[in-house]
């Protein structure tokens, strides 16, 4: 079956309507625009061409529009669902009662996991859908602009491979089937997404369709080690907290949210990334039981740390007081 017709097959099969990739559209798009060039060629007593020029007025003016904002409802749309469906999981007591009162979602536990898988499988579909159009968009220029677009979807957040919130459904999966093991229970998570380790360095992994694999790289480029305590910038680079708050030039006291819309990522170097951070808690809960005896050295580094940061504020803030 042609991954046109599945991809289509599925987005039918939701129960609630979904943002989705435009598939025919989209190839229609293309469809017209050799069919045009062609006629074009006819005319003037030119060979016939497969392809038509680069900056092509026919695709351009409106395959890259309706791309764009298909990329931006999709990926809008799983980030607020995967949002909402965590911070439901993550929440205790009378909070979590509290979410379930709203009617954030439905139903039972059970429910619950089956939104994450959900989700994981919108996720993945997508951006293969996503992969294969451009794919056929440089196929039909000769060129390699639907490559370029890729990186602009990217500086632009819209890339749902990217989505901090991806990572923290696949953790969720990972934790539920670990936690469903040790209790002698059979696992009805997301078999596809795990953790693996290659020379010591931990990867958040997980089989997309069409056999392609997606690889997390959870170590911080910073301090070099696995990430502690991670958080995501909007750039979609992780790092461990304190190495973020040291690469913004803020304190832990402060926080990244004091961050100056001005500093960079240090990887990207993309400017004003600190403000909409996302901390993975899933993902630290999944760190903390893989990892345990480093997670606790690192725990009590950290909490040194914490201890002398904490104290240097609060002194330089009796000093200012006082007028010293």
């Known amino acids: 079956m042609k991954f046109c017709k599945k991809y289509q ?40 061409n497969q392809t038509c020029p680069q900056h092509c007025p026919v695709c351009d003016g409106t395959f890259f529009p309706s791309l764009l904002k298909e990329m931006s409802d999709i990926v809008g749309c799983f980030n607020e669902r995967a949002q909402k469906l965590l911070e ?3 929440a205790s007591g009378f909070r979590k009662y509290f979410i379930w009162f709203k009617g954030k979602l439905q139903g039972s536990h059970v429910a619950l996991i089956q939104e994450g898988k959900d989700l994981v499988n919108y996720a993945l579909i997508n951006a293969v859908a996503i992969r294969k159009i451009l794919k056929k968009y440089d196929k039909v220029h000769f060129s390699k602009q ?9 500086s632009m957040h819209i890339e749902i491979l990217q989505s901090p919130w991806l990572c923290e459904l696949m953790a969720f999966h990972i934790n539920f089937r670990e936690t469903k093991v040790k209790s002698g229970m059979t696992p009805a998570s997301f078999e596809g997404c795990y953790l693996t380790f290659n020379d010591g360095k931990p990867f958040l992994s997980c089989e997309l369709f069409d056999s392609v694999k997606l690889d997390i790289d959870l170590t911080c480029s910073i301090c070099l080690d696995t990430v502690f305590d991670p958080v995501s910038l909007t750039c979609g680079h992780i790092f461990c907290y304190m190495c973020a708050c040291s690469a913004a030039s803020v304190s832990i006291v402060n926080g990244l949210k004091a961050a100056e819309p001005k500093e960079k990522c240090p990887l990207c170097r993309e400017a004003g990334v600190y403000e909409g951070f996302v901390h993975l808690d899933e993902l630290s809960i999944l760190l903390r039981r893989s990892c345990s005896e480093y997670w606790e050295q690192r725990l009590q580094m950290e909490r040194a740390e914490r201890v002398r940061q904490a104290k240097e504020h609060w002194e330089s803030q009796c000093q200012a007081f006082v007028g010293v």
């Open 88 to 90: 439901l999981h993550l």
């Open 146 to 154: 639907g490559q370029a677009f890729k990186s602009q979807a990217q």
């Open 9 to 48: 097959e599925y987005m039918q099969g939701q129960e609630k309507k979904l943002p989705g990739v435009g598939f025919k559209k989209l190839k229609k798009i293309l469809k017209n625009c050799r069919r045009e060039f062609q006629s074009k060629n006819d005319v003037h007593g030119v060979l016939h």
